[in-house]
């Protein structure tokens, strides 16, 4: 009985290392996403984009009035990251 488990012991290890090596271990224990939580996680990294991108152009923008164009666009932005980032937290939603 001993032997049994040592062989069923050193299966399951060989399972698991392999799909460790696969990157797949995640998938099985990760929980299954909702489809909202699946939008909100999307337009986050959507808005972490356009952040990236508003601040670039506020550096490279000389203008006087592009300036205050830019400075809106980056408010606008960093309010919508703040309240996805709220709504996520309020359904629990997880990176991982």
Do not use: H, W
């Amino acid at each position: 009985m001993l032997i049994n488990r040592i062989i069923a012991n050193s299966f399951d290890y060989t399972i698991i290392k392999s799909l460790c090596k696969a990157g797949d271990v995640m998938f099985l224990f990760s929980k299954k996403r909702s489809p909202k939580d699946n939008y909100l996680l999307n337009e986050i990294n959507k808005t972490k984009i356009a952040m990236e991108a508003a601040y670039s152009n506020f550096q490279n923008v000389v203008d006087p009035d592009l300036i205050d164009s830019c400075i809106y666009e980056l408010n606008a932005v960093q309010n919508r990251y703040k309240f996805l980032l709220r709504e996520a937290k309020e359904s629990d939603t997880t990176y991982c």
